[in-house]
């Protein structure tokens, strides 16, 4: 039955065709007789207490230009049978304002990611609930205490914003480098600002690995490796994505975490592993899709987009009536 399924997303213009994996979600959608709607998180109001958006109907294709946009339409969102919150970071205002007008959407309309879910887990803070599978790592503000965390790793950390994204913000510290001090009041602000500091990970030379997941059960998987001249693998950054394998240690990672995303309605999600050790769990929009399809030869929006169908009708959402 057709459903209408509405992706909360970045301008469409601005997206890249053979990358993104909300457009992927977009073509398999239409490939299966759903009708796709977009919108911005700035299109989202509530009136009288009932969450709307502004929005408008979409095609993608692969093809120039990659999207047509038809009418403008006002709905409540109640009125889509499933929506995709596929915002990109930063994790600003606008964005925890949006998911708090989602968290008002009554089922059975189906949001994925949950959007308590999505203000719950911060995605560097969010892999502390899982301390066996995770690196030495400290959240603080305060440099002595910073320092004196990487003096007990023997010199070496990495550390991040807990804000950030597409590996913006992230050194490598080593205790004798002269810009250690500068580098560390930079990152908090002078002791203003949080931030996370984890053992640095040899194995980053041999990449990061992005491991999609799917409703606690792990998908597919591709190593990003950084350049020479890099610490970061991140694609943002010049990381080339290789071939992956899910290996036994990453079964166990996602098996340690999937009672907690299933719990926090943390449907997909991309788990970035180094080495043995879980690093960060990104719920916001995660990417990599393409990548693995491409490297493995398979559709992986193929399983998330049945997984929503399946859903919808676990949950009595597929009413196949479109006005």
Request: proline letters at 6%; hydrophobic letters at 40%; aromatic letters at 6%.
């Amino acid at each position: 039955m057709a459903q209408r399924f509405l992706f909360i997303m970045d301008p469409i213009e601005r997206i890249l065709p053979d990358k993104d994996t909300t457009f992927v979600f977009m073509l398999e959608s239409l490939a299966r007789g759903h009708v796709v709607y977009y919108c911005g998180v700035s299109d989202l109001f509530v009136r009288n207490a009932a969450p709307h958006t502004r929005c408008r109907r979409a095609e993608v294709a692969r093809a120039v230009p990659h999207y047509r946009l038809f009418e403008e339409r006002t709905e409540p969102l109640t009125w889509f049978h499933a929506i995709f919150m596929r915002k990109d970071p930063p994790v600003d205002l606008a964005y925890l304002f949006a998911t708090q007008i989602l968290s008002l959407v009554a089922p059975p309309t189906l949001v994925l990611n949950d959007p308590r879910g999505l203000r719950d887990a911060n995605e560097k803070l969010y892999a502390l609930n899982f301390p066996e599978v995770i690196p030495p790592s400290i959240v603080s503000s305060e440099i002595a205490r910073l320092r004196a965390f990487m003096d007990g790793l023997g010199g070496e950390m990495i550390i991040k914003p807990l804000d950030g994204c597409g590996g913006a913000g992230i050194f490598r510290l080593r205790g004798d480098d002269r810009n250690l001090n500068a580098l560390l009041e930079m990152a908090t602000d002078n002791g203003r600002r949080l931030i996370m500091g984890q053992q640095y990970l040899p194995a980053i030379r041999a990449g990061d690995k992005r491991l999609i997941v799917l409703d606690g059960e792990p998908l597919g998987a591709t190593l990003r490796v950084p350049r020479a001249d890099e610490h970061r693998g991140n694609i943002h950054v010049g990381g080339t994505c290789v071939k992956a394998e899910i290996t036994a240690r990453d079964r166990l990672i996602v098996e340690t975490l999937a009672p907690r995303l299933r719990r926090d309605g943390l449907v997909f999600v991309g788990l970035d592993i180094i080495g043995d050790y879980l690093t960060e769990v990104n719920v916001t929009s995660p990417t990599g899709v393409q990548e693995i399809n491409a490297l493995n030869d398979v559709v992986l929006e193929r399983d998330v987009i049945a997984f929503v169908e399946r859903r919808l009708q676990e949950q009595g959402g597929m009413d196949g009536k479109l006005p």
